[in-house]
């Protein structure tokens, strides 16, 4: 995923497990929205589990 906050999106689509098919993301959620992040950490213990990656604004490799 490219961006953390497009779990907003993809919780719409799959309110039951929108994590089961991410493998990887940035770790922006929890930056720009910290209570979000909190509030699907409890709905959804998981997404503490998922690794992330940087991008070209932390000058590391972006998967894009």
């Known amino acids: 995923m490219g961006e953390g906050r ?7 689509f799959d309110t039951e497990a929108p994590f089961k098919r991410v493998v990887g993301w940035r770790d ?10 909190k509030a699907y950490e409890k709905q959804y213990p998981s997404i503490t589990s998922l690794p ?3 991008g070209a604004t932390d000058g590391t490799f972006n998967v894009e």
């Open 52 to 54: 992330t990656f940087g």
């Open 6 to 12: 497009q779990i907003y999106l993809l919780a719409a």
């Open 28 to 37: 922006d959620l929890p930056k720009a929205d910290f209570d979000g992040y």
